[in-house]
């Protein structure tokens, strides 16, 4: 027969240790979810300039077009906005030019490029994030 204190003993190492279990499990799916790559389709239609798309700006001058994250590589807050040729962060001002490199922190990593490649068939961007 057991006795209380070795129940309990049992019962409390049982309780500790499925937290750290289920994190475990938590973490694993998130790795898969991350892992899989997701893509934006946007009209290849755009005019020459700026444009923000939730999470990427597709900046296109003549047969030039860059994709970046609109994610701000300071805090991750989203840019929405250009003023005077920057991209500009609502949070804390950080500034890139119309290339994603930092001309003005607090962020000190250029934004990140997105891969892309068009769809023959009808011209959209096709965007990996």
Known sequence: MISRLEFLQKSLRGVLILPFILLILMLKKDKKIKNQISQIRIPGNLAEGIHFFDKIIIQK??????????????LGCKITTEKEGLLVCPCHGSAFDLNGNVQKGPARKSLTHLPWKRDESNGDYIIDL
Do not use: R, V
């Open 61 to 74: 001058s003549g047969n030039k077009t860059l994709i970046f994250s609109s994610a701000c590589t300071h």
